[in-house]
């Protein structure tokens, strides 16, 4: 596992490409990214998609909530043109599709946007790959987790939070107690302090919701020794990430 900030690409290369699809992935593993972040949904049919949104409005040319439609609706959809026009034709993948993609090339963190009913399910597409060991599975709802180290005790995991229920403090002895590997507070939380007392617990630190994640909100996190981000702008960070030492 390479050290150092690890620049995690946003549901693929979605600063440039249309999120969540299988072009925005490649995209970012030809730009060289080592660590990519998606999305995972359960279909009314029980298959697992790779999409953001509770509804597939605003990334295709349809409309309903992901649970409630077939994997055969969802496949026949546009979730290229809302991007641009050139992408026409992109499709919301199959999370088994993503993994045949990334087959190790990368690092792929999976958010769990599902109940935890449905755990069980995507750690059998996980298994079916044998991508445990460059998958990491990240969730907000606690008991996502929880059934994560109950069904896949050797599955690395991140815990995402605002710190509504739980301060700092609280949530971090809280990960050490679960076994979980990664505390993700949103950007703005995260001060060089919490970053100490994570590190000094065993945990990483990785932000998501950057403000603005192509400069200075990147070069804060980096100065207050995070361990990683997921930006929608690989190819920015890419370039703070080679920057000569001041």
Do not use: Y
């Given at each position: 596992m390479e050290q150092g900030f690890l620049n995690i690409a946003h549901r693929g290369f979605s600063g440039q490409y249309p999120e969540n699809t299988i072009t925005a992935f490649r995209a970012a593993l030809e730009l060289g990214c080592t660590w990519l972040e998606c999305d995972v949904r359960r279909t009314r049919d029980g298959c697992f998609v790779v999409i953001?949104?509770?509804?597939?409005?605003?990334?295709?040319?349809?409309?309903?909530?992901?649970?409630?439609?077939?994997?055969?609706?969802?496949?026949?959809?546009?979730?290229?043109?809302?991007?641009?026009?050139?992408?026409?034709?992109?499709?919301?993948?199959?999370?088994?599709?993503?993994?045949?993609?990334?087959?190790?090339?990368?690092?792929?963190?999976?958010?769990?946007?599902?109940?935890?009913?449905?755990?069980p399910g995507v750690v059998s597409v996980v298994s079916r790959h044998c991508a445990f060991g460059w998958t990491v599975a990240s969730a907000f709802e606690w008991e996502v987790l929880e059934t994560v180290r109950r069904e896949a005790p050797?599955?690395?995991?991140?815990?995402?939070?605002?710190?509504?229920?739980?301060?700092?403090?609280?949530?971090?002895?809280?990960?050490?107690?679960?076994?979980?590997?990664?505390?993700?507070?949103?950007?703005?939380?995260?001060?060089?302090?919490?970053?100490?007392?994570?590190?000094?617990?065993?945990?990483?630190?990785r932000a998501w919701g950057v403000a603005d994640d192509t400069g200075r909100g990147l070069r804060r996190l980096i100065a207050a020794r995070v361990d990683g981000a997921t930006t929608n702008h690989p190819n920015v960070l890419k370039e703070i990430l080679n920057e000569p030492l001041s």
């Open positions: 953001h949104d509770q509804t597939v409005d605003r990334t295709t040319n349809g409309t309903g909530r992901v649970d409630s439609l077939t994997w055969n609706e969802i496949m026949r959809l546009d979730a290229g043109s809302w991007k641009d026009p050139k992408f026409s034709g992109e499709r919301v993948p199959l999370l088994d599709e993503l993994l045949t993609l990334v087959s190790g090339q990368a690092q792929l963190v999976i958010e769990l946007k599902v109940g935890k009913d449905s755990v050797r599955w690395r995991t991140t815990w995402l939070t605002t710190f509504e229920d739980l301060g700092p403090d609280e949530a971090i002895n809280r990960c050490v107690d679960a076994g979980v590997d990664t505390i993700a507070p949103r950007a703005s939380l995260i001060d060089v302090e919490f970053v100490r007392k994570a590190h000094a617990a065993g945990l990483l630190v």
